[in-house]
């Protein structure tokens, strides 16, 4: 390796005179001074009122995007071999948020897709935006509207903003006010009939949902969540490794209620596919999938589910599992050893359960 490729020359324009690394996003304060907009964002955050290359009091705390050096700087990683960062969205001002709630009142794909975008950029665009309450108010009142009224391109990128504000620790209060039941019916349109990508968000969003009250779980349950999570998990899109995760985690979230495991017993598909996709997922995703056989098969003894899971050669599944990598820890050991235990069939073909099996609650 050459000694070009080792060293390579920063030029001093390009550098945060804050943080005095290469910026990512530049911005330009009032007295025209270019900072990184993390730093000078925590510097302003922080009570200070002065441009800390210059002192001077600000006029105002705003900044401005500096395009042409973000150009500029691009240009410079692309002839160094290195990763550009992309272009920043511009940051919006309270009208400008004004005018986005009227374009989601009209639908508009486009200014949807630009907030998107928006929040994606960074977690302060997330805080930013989150502090307009009746921007997320206007969101889940257009989810709260009858289905039939909404395009579903429209309803995924709705749910994709909301997921972006409300589960990523920046608005979780405002999670309860898409408990109603016209908000829990949308989602779970948009979760039946949306892409991988809405999908995902919206497994999100009911994954919090779930786990805040037993009357918003027994909601779910109500509207077949059970059917709906059997579907996915049997389709294209449990390829997707998040998308199995959190599937598997909605499910044992379920399983913890009595009329969640009567969902999942009754339900015809729901045990062969935790069964299926034990060995095609992640280890987190592998440690819901068991949780719910450990918890339905061998605490509460659940005849009819065992014997599904016997049908779809889940003795087979668990003593692989047990034989990979993906047992780890002694939680996962312990449920897979019950399970083993409960699975076995004689060879009369009568089932027989371990009655000494000392049970360990999963964490």
């Not at 000694?3 to 324009?13: A, G």
């Not at 659940?302 to 599992?321: N, Q, R």
């Amino acid at each position: 390796m050459g000694r070009n490729e080792l060293y390579i020359t920063v030029p001093k324009l390009f550098r945060c005179p804050i943080s005095l690394d290469v910026m990512k996003s530049p911005v330009s304060l009032t007295t025209g001074v270019t900072y990184d907009r993390s730093s000078i964002q925590h510097w302003l955050d922080s009570g200070h009122d002065t441009c800390p290359a210059t002192m001077q009091v600000l006029s105002s705390k705003d900044f401005i995007p500096n395009l042409t050096l973000h150009r500029i700087i691009n240009l410079w990683h692309h002839s160094s071999h290195l990763t550009p960062s992309p272009p920043p969205p511009p940051a919006p001002s309270e009208k400008q948020v004004g005018v986005w709630i009227e374009d989601i009142k009209s639908q508009n794909l486009g200014s949807m897709i630009k907030i998107v975008d928006f929040l994606n950029y960074s977690d302060e665009n997330k805080r930013f935006l989150a502090g307009f309450d009746y921007f997320i108010e206007e969101l889940i009142l257009i989810l709260s509207k009858s289905i039939g009224e909404l395009d579903i391109k429209y309803l995924e990128l709705i749910v994709r903003v909301l997921d972006l504000i409300l589960v990523q620790n920046v608005a979780k209060e405002n999670l309860q006010k898409l408990t109603n039941k016209n908000c829990l019916n949308s989602l779970l349109f948009v979760l039946k009939t949306g892409n991988s990508t809405s999908n995902d968000a919206v497994l999100s969003l009911l994954i919090s949902l779930a786990s805040t009250t037993r009357s918003v779980k027994s909601q779910l349950i109500q509207l077949k969540l059970v059917e709906i999570i059997s579907k996915i998990l049997s389709s294209q899109n449990a390829a997707v490794s998040s998308i199995s995760e959190k599937s598997l985690k909605l499910l044992s979230i379920v399983s913890t209620s009595a009329e969640g495991r009567l969902a999942i017993r009754e339900d015809e598909k729901c045990v062969g596919c935790i069964v299926e996709r034990l060995m095609k997922v992640s280890k987190t995703a592998t440690e819901h999938g068991l949780t719910v056989l450990w918890s339905m098969c061998c605490v509460y003894k659940d005849e009819k589910v065992t014997e599904k899971a016997v049908t779809v050669k889940g003795l087979t599944k668990i003593l692989l599992v047990m034989q990979s990598d993906q047992c780890d820890g002694h939680v996962v050991r312990r449920m897979c050893v019950d399970l083993v235990k409960v699975l076995r069939v004689d060879s009369g073909g009568v089932m027989r359960y371990e009655t000494k099996t000392t049970h360990i609650m999963p964490c």
